[in-house]
């Protein structure tokens, strides 16, 4: 099988995330996509806003319908900061004989040679990497034995930093959010300076 994994923060999970994870599933033919919320993300350690329950139920809510996606609550158990390397191993013994691939956003290219664990981690997964319209990846990091496959993503400029502003100026989110998303974050007034 040939099984795709997303991760991120999802704080809070947006359009622009779940039309990444369905590039990369329609593109690439994958069987199966994993979204996995990171505890902590290693290179922006202050980036989450909302507790971690909060970041899986609302990545749940977003997905729950959509039998082609499910999500791992393997790093939020965990804790700490969310290094790739780690989830690939632990995916790496559950799926031994599939083909693991990581889903990226090209922005995040350039840096890759700053992960932890690097040479280990591209011999684990293959990486995927989305290319938005009018933004090519110039760069490539020279990394032993990376194997990098090209996905056209949809330029859909959305970042939760201005989904939490909109929340806080009592803006709306939606055509941003998924609806059943937007339900939690108003139910659990998340992103609220009054929360």
Known sequence: MKIGFLGGSFDPVHFGHLLAAQDAYEQHRLDRLIIVPAAQTPLKPSEAHSTPADRLAMVRAAT????R???SDFELRKG???????SARHFRSLYPDDQLYWVIGGDQLPQLHLWKDIGELAKLVEFIFLERPGYPVKAVPEIPGLRLSRCDGHLLAISSTELRDRTRRSLS??????HKAIVYIRGHRLYRDDA
């Open 80 to 86: 700490g900061v969310s290094y790739t390397i780690d």
């Open 64 to 67: 729950e319908w959509d039998t």
């Open 69 to 71: 996606f499910e999500v």
């Open 173 to 178: 989110l939606d055509y941003f959010v998924p």
